[in-house]
């Protein structure tokens, strides 16, 4: 089975401080991504990765930078928190053009 | 990007029922995914399926990608059914994902 983590399910942080989210998988895919989920607006993706040290912007990379150092994990990094980034941080896996994986999420909430 | 439309966006069922989700896509995709979120938030895969039908259980799916549109079937429902139902289509490497359906299962 396929599975991929996140390093924390909860977390409070306060504005303007940094954060790391951190996502790990277990099953040498290529690609990885990450999404914010929002009431009434889906999952919105954020960056997404290709490869080691490659990243590609998604729809929403404002205010976010990524790190890929290892194959199996995929870091999110808000460089100074804000309010508007309160909000549920969902990672997924996937092979090559196939099907993705997701991780149990993490809810941030930026005071 | 890719447009993806649910219908409908919410939806009661009666324990025992059945039900038909809806997922329109803008233009061709190269892959077609249904997830189920459960109450917790994590996004459960249920059919990665391009094109043609697959059936697990009371779930079945059903992709028409000549003319984009995807069909997820639920019968005989269960209140473990209820969350909210997710497509998602890929283009360019890309996933791009619909606002969802959100389904309540009464007993």
């Known amino acids: 089975d396929v599975k991929v983590t996140q390093s924390s399910r909860y977390l409070v942080k306060r504005t303007g401080e940094k954060v790391f989210l951190e996502c790990v998988q277990d099953m040498d895919h290529e690609n990885m991504f990450w999404y914010r989920q929002d009431p009434g607006l889906g999952l919105r993706l954020i960056y997404f990765s290709y490869d080691v040290k490659m990243k590609e912007k998604g729809d929403i990379p404002e205010g976010y930078s990524v790190s890929r150092e290892k194959k199996e994990r995929f870091s999110l990094i808000l460089e100074s928190a804000s309010t508007n980034q309160t909000s549920m941080y969902l990672c997924a896996s996937s092979s090559r053009r196939y099907e993705q994986y997701f991780g149990p999420g993490t809810r941030l909430t930026v005071t | ?107």
């Open chain 2, 1 to 107: 990007g890719i447009q993806v439309e649910q219908s409908p966006p919410d939806l009661i069922l009666q324990e025992g029922a059945n039900s038909t989700l809806r997922c329109n896509f803008s233009d061709s995709v190269n892959n077609l995914q249904w997830f189920h979120q459960n109450p917790w938030g994590q996004l459960i895969n249920l059919f990665y399926i391009p094109s043609g039908t697959k059936q697990n259980g009371r779930l079945s799916a059903t992709t028409v990608a000549t003319e984009r549109y995807s069909l997820l079937y639920i019968s005989s429902s269960q209140t473990t059914d209820s969350g909210v139902y997710f497509c998602a289509v890929e283009s360019g490497n890309q996933f791009y994902f619909g606002t969802g359906t959100s389904l309540t299962v009464i007993p």
